[in-house]
């Protein structure tokens, strides 16, 4: 099993490791911390299936930056029938990545043209269950603060328009505060 399949478009920029390889030939994201990162990649109509299958992201155009840190500056794909924006920073990416101890922060701002919440729960009934067990979407090692905002929001045969939110995650626990939506004739806060 590859990583990519059904890859369109392309991937071109830079990578640039330095430091003592291990002694194997492969070197796995463990690795990564001790090998000093400066990696910046640009899409450009890049699209593909991940992992199983499950997974499909299609017209990806805009850069990664990673260094310690992951930078999306105005990254943009389609997934599912969305179509998302991301400005975002991961502090501390790498060394989470290779399993070290410590926290992932996440900063930034995340645009969808229009949001399908359930798609991300796993299922399409706006759960937490899939094939007998649940997701983990409560990761102890990330906080994160964002900005979401969307055209449009299908919630439970629920639609409103203008949605914006902010997202605060600690450890087990999401805070969505600030909600503002167009609907039902009026605004929702």
């Not at 030939?25 to 990696?39: F, K, N, Q």
């Not at 996440?106 to 798609?119: C, E, K, Q, S, Y």
């Amino acid at each position: 099993n590859g990583l990519v399949h059904q890859q369109t478009g392309s991937v071109a920029g830079k990578i640039h490791l330095s430091g003592y390889l291990p002694d194997s030939t492969r070197i796995s994201s463990t690795a990564l911390p001790t090998l000093d990162p400066d990696i910046l990649l640009i899409f450009s109509d890049f699209g593909g299936v991940f992992g199983t299958g499950e997974t499909a992201l299609s017209g990806v155009n805009g850069t990664v930056m990673i260094g310690n840190d992951l930078t999306a500056d105005s990254l943009s794909f389609a997934f599912g029938d969305q179509h998302f924006i991301i400005n975002a920073a991961m502090r501390n990416f790498i060394p989470w990545i290779a399993g070290l101890p410590g926290m992932m922060q996440i900063t930034g701002n995340v645009h969808a043209d229009r949001l399908f919440p359930a798609m991300f729960a796993g299922a399409d009934d706006d759960t937490t269950m899939k094939k007998g067990k649940t997701m983990n979407i409560f990761p102890s090692d990330v906080t994160a603060e964002m900005k979401l905002s969307a055209d449009s929001i299908f919630f439970m045969g629920f639609r409103a328009a203008d949605f914006t939110s902010k997202l605060d995650y600690r450890p087990y626990v999401f805070n969505f505060s600030d909600i503002k939506a167009a609907g039902l004739e009026g605004t929702l806060a």
